[in-house]
């Protein structure tokens, strides 16, 4: 039973592992524009005219730029997709601890922000 099980076990991870190294397709270039191999400079340009102190901004990546459609009600917005954390001084000088973030990148520029309520 326990041979039956560790087999079983192992058919499952080389699964994965296959599934996982097939990847996805690439996405239409001409929806998604270029793929932002770039995106932590784009959106470090960007939060420097964002951020009140962009010199003290600790960002933390939260994996690679996906395609994404934005739009609503029938309206597209697409672009990839990046997701992170900022952690700036504040006007006080003080810290805003880790907050989530995200920006919608098309031909190399930010079109859309989530997450900043200003």
Known sequence: MKAILLHFCALVEICTIVSLSAGTPPANTELYGPYPTNYKDIVMQWLNKQLINPESARIEWNGEPKPSDLGKG?????GYLVNFTVNARNRFG???GKQKHAVLIHNGEVIKSLGFAY
Do not use: A
């Open 94 to 96: 003080t810290y805003t």
């Open 74 to 78: 029938g309206e597209h917005v697409y």
